[in-house]
């Protein structure tokens, strides 16, 4: 049986406001050669500067079912230069988001429209982030605050306080020294990881983009075990067959640890945030599928789900073919081997000290504002724990000291 932990705990981050902190970055910025960052007034040529990270929001005061693509989020098609990933919900909170324009036509005429969605540029903070999954997707407060953080720790630039939702970007200032990178969401083996349902191993090339070809096969499945829906069954299916396919043809499949919990969270977030809120059936059509997966769209009249939801049935997507972490050995497809050392849903703990460990290899020595800002992400990471894991893990751990 799965506890209770890994019902809050995997979603990937399918998701992630307010306006855009980027329009006023500028298109070259020096990268810094030392882990320490002066304070904003040392900065110049307009980028972003040392920020004192805020604590993440609470929970929104109404939590129920309401409409989402609504008047204050239309849709627009990408600009050069926005930022989408590898999660469809987060892709699809930017590309409702809010852009300065369409803020200043709306708001003189109607200002009490909630403009909370991800800015359209896929640049965000992470106080920024969790708003928008909660008012975009209703999620649950702390599986929102425990999944933004991870990225944020993973791929965000902590001294700036921002996130891209896509790729590497100057968007986000000044990039720390290696091993660091603040890479954003697309960066393999952190965050995101092998064997996603419409999106390929980042062994083949291209780790963020829409695969036709896995989509044609999430297709074939909700129509072999759905009856033309993605559901619970469909989820299990689906995620065991991908997990065959990148053994037998990725020499460098991983599947342990953050990917060992995202990848099923993943199996179930269609089912949780991609139907629309009024049903009670949990299942997705396929037209609605393909609007979040390719186009990046709310389907029309979309309603939040009807309360605060993190990862609903992953147990039931789980029991249908366990899975044991690990990855092919030696470079070679076909060569499975279990990692016993690896977090899975018994040893939730082992997976907070993976993370923090991943934190500190990224982040060997950090000095000043860096150091400040590392303490307090992994402060506002860690009030998620308990409720998330199930467990306090033994109380929150200090890497880098305390302030």
Not at 23 to 35: E, G, M, T, Y
Not at 233 to 257: C, H, M, W, Y
Not at 354 to 360: A, E, G, Q
Not at 379 to 384: A, D, G, H, L, P
Request: contains cysteine; proline residues 9%.
């Amino acid at each position: 049986m799965i506890p209770k932990f890994f019902v809050l705990l995997t979603t990937l981050l399918f998701t992630f406001g307010t306006l855009s902190t980027s329009l006023a970055f500028p298109n070259n910025v020096d990268l810094p050669k030392r882990q320490e960052v002066d304070d904003a007034s040392t900065h110049t040529g307009g980028a972003p500067g040392a920020v004192d990270p805020p604590p993440p929001p609470g929970p929104p005061n109404f939590t129920g079912t309401k409409l989402v693509n609504d008047r204050a989020h239309p849709w627009r098609p990408l600009r050069d230069g926005d930022e989408r990933g590898p999660c469809p919900g987060m892709n699809t909170l930017a590309s409702h988001g809010v852009s300065i324009a369409h803020y200043l036509s709306v708001i003189i005429t109607e200002p009490s429209l909630n403009f909370q969605y991800i800015s359209r540029d896929g640049v965000a903070t992470p106080a920024q982030i969790v708003t928008s999954v909660q008012e975009g997707f209703n999620m649950e407060n702390k599986f929102a605050i425990f999944v933004t953080y991870l990225a944020h720790l993973f791929n965000g630039n902590l001294v700036t306080d921002l996130l891209s939702i896509g790729g590497q970007t100057r968007k986000t200032g000044p990039s720390p020294p290696p091993p660091a990178h603040a890479g954003g969401f697309n960066v393999h083996g952190t965050f995101e990881g092998d064997a996603g349902m419409t999106r390929a191993d980042a062994f083949f090339g291209d780790n963020h983009s829409f695969n036709q070809t896995l989509f044609d096969k999430f297709v074939d499945f909700s129509n072999r075990y759905g009856d033309g829906f993605y559901n619970l069954t469909v989820a299990g299916e689906l995620r065991f067959q991908r997990l065959q396919d990148s053994i037998a043809t990725n020499p460098q499949f991983s599947f342990k640890n953050v990917r060992f919990f995202t990848a099923y969270g993943e199996s179930a977030f269609p089912i949780n945030f991609f139907v629309d809120g009024r049903r009670t059936d949990k299942k997705l059509d396929m037209a609605s599928a393909l609007s979040f997966f390719k186009d990046m769209r709310y389907p029309p009249d979309f309603f939040r789900p009807p309360t605060p939801t993190s990862n609903q049935g992953i147990a039931e997507i789980f029991a249908m073919h366990p899975f044991q972490p690990g990855g092919n050995a030696d470079g070679k497809v076909n060569n499975f081997v279990v990692d016993p050392t690896s977090a899975d849903f018994t040893k939730p703990c082992v997976l907070y000290d993976d993370i923090l460990n991943t934190v500190k290899t990224l982040y060997p020595n950090p000095t000043g504002v860096l150091r400040r800002n590392l303490i307090k992400n992994l402060r506002y990471f860690y009030t998620s724990i308990p409720t998330v894991f199930g467990s306090d893990c033994g109380g929150e751990q200090f890497p880098y000291g305390r302030e």
